[in-house]
């Protein structure tokens, strides 16, 4: 070990990674060589064994950038024995990010504007998003299909059962909206305002947490930088904004923002109900400059969002609204969603088809009631408690939908690592909330 100087020995070690139960003091320069050697290996395999083309393409262009950020890590090592390299460190994530994420979506964007139709370069929510925003755009419902007697009605031609629906919430449309204009279509890809709107949120919230910069890195790594975020922006990227804004709204929870927070779930809310599970459990960690309670005034804020922007759909055809946004994400509309990747909620369906309907519905009243009981014994006091109960309750419900993603798992692993960037310093424990507000009376 060298030695070093007191004030950048504290600084090397002075963060904690949480890994499971376990809170090990590590090193962190030395866990960025870690974090991009296996990003590096896992664009490798991504590139050699896909079986989906548009996900070995990324895998063959976020390879190279990863192995040489890898290498960059060491010498950082190397050097940060001698002198602080924060902002190295910083500048290799801008490149990282340049190198695996805005190059291959470039390309991917490019080659999707000159083979039009063939969907081969973009996910098929990118293409349903816009198609979606077409229709918005025409002054029509964007929720045209729908089960009904056994007969899918409101279909989209030469596409698949499943591009037919639109899973999700109206104020998604916002990002397909550019391509209805009239305009090059490299520069109407949803997929680059999916960046956009990612990066705008990530970067406000990052400059607004009252943290380390270390934990700023690790928190940016973690949303845009490694695999799981890197590969989804390229590929597709609609959970992205909306992990975005929720960790916006839990740094302006902790900032004792309340309305403002509100605001900001509201607006997440009206694009996808995976937004929904975090804007409930945050209205534990609504309080004031005064460390009052203020429950009533973010849900103020979240109602004066997500209800002008949503209502208006669910008014003008709420049969297929609900087939949309509802059944059709469970799996139970009448036709198979995409969304099925080999987590347990899925494999018991795939197992027993007879539950197919009623398993969802009974895990989720299972599933409410455990988590009131639990809220009743042990209610989340501040926004760091919240961000990791929520991480908690998304992991399970993930785990047990039917029709799912793995990658839907972005969702709690960030909550997670956003309750440790927002934890005080000296990593109080769950019970204690900032500023003393576990002990502030309720208030709206």
């Not at 009623?358 to 009981?373: D, K, N, Q, T, Y």
């Not at 440790?420 to 990593?427: R, T």
Request: one cysteine or more; a positive charge.
């Amino acid at each position: 070990m060298s030695i070093t100087s007191p004030q950048h020995r504290a600084h090397r070690t002075g963060s904690v990674w949480p890994l499971g139960p376990w809170h090990h003091r590590l090193d962190p320069i030395e866990f960025d060589v870690a974090l991009y050697a296996a990003s590096a290996l896992f664009a490798l395999a991504s590139g050699l064994r896909s079986t989906i083309p548009l996900y070995r393409e990324w895998g063959q262009m976020a390879f190279g950038p990863y192995l040489l950020a890898t290498a960059a890590a060491i010498i950082l090592v190397i050097r940060s024995r001698r002198r602080d390299v924060n902002v190295l460190r910083w500048c290799l994530v801008v490149v990282v990010l340049t190198g695996t994420v805005l190059v291959p979506l470039a390309v991917e964007v490019s080659w999707r504007a000159s083979s039009p139709g063939t969907g081969n370069h973009v996910q098929p929510e990118v293409v349903v998003v816009e198609r979606a925003a077409s229709a918005i755009s025409g002054g029509h419902d964007p929720y045209q299909a729908m089960v009904v007697d056994g007969h899918l009605t409101g279909a989209a031609r030469g596409l698949p059962a499943y591009e037919s629906f639109f899973p999700y919430l109206p104020a998604m449309t916002v990002f397909g909206l550019p391509s209805t204009l009239s305009v090059d279509h490299r520069a109407t890809d949803a997929r680059i305002y999916f960046l956009l709107a990612t990066l705008l949120a990530v970067a406000l919230a990052l400059r607004l947490a009252d943290t380390t910069s270390e934990r700023k890195l690790r928190a940016f790594q973690v949303v845009a930088v490694l695999p799981w975020a890197a590969l989804t922006l390229v590929t597709g990227g609609d959970d992205l904004p909306i992990i975005g804004l929720l960790m916006l709204a839990l740094v302006l929870a902790k900032r004792a923002r309340p309305g403002w927070a509100g605001v900001v779930l509201g607006i997440a809310m009206a694009m996808k109900f995976t937004a929904w599970p975090l804007a409930a459990l945050a209205l534990f960690a609504a309080v004031d400059h005064e460390a009052k309670r203020r429950p009533l005034r973010m849900l103020a804020g979240i109602v004066g969002a997500a209800a002008p922007l949503t209502l208006w759909t669910i008014v003008v055809g709420p049969r297929r609204f609900l087939a949309n946004v509802v059944l059709f994400p469970l799996g139970i509309s009448g036709v198979e969603s995409p969304a099925g990747s080999a987590l347990p909620g899925h494999i018991f369906v795939s197992i027993v088809p007879s539950m197919h309907r009623i398993f969802p519905v009974v895990a989720a009243v299972i599933g409410l009631m455990v988590l009131v009981v639990y809220l009743r014994r042990r209610p989340p006091l501040g926004a760091v408690a919240v961000a990791r109960l929520a991480g908690w309750v998304l992991f399970i419900a993930i785990l047990l939908a039917p029709a799912t993603r793995v990658g839907y798992l972005m969702y709690p692993l960030n909550l997670l690592v956003w309750s440790w960037m927002l934890s005080e310093a000296d990593d109080a424990p769950e019970s204690a909330a900032p500023n003393g507000v576990d002990h502030a009376p309720s208030e709206a």
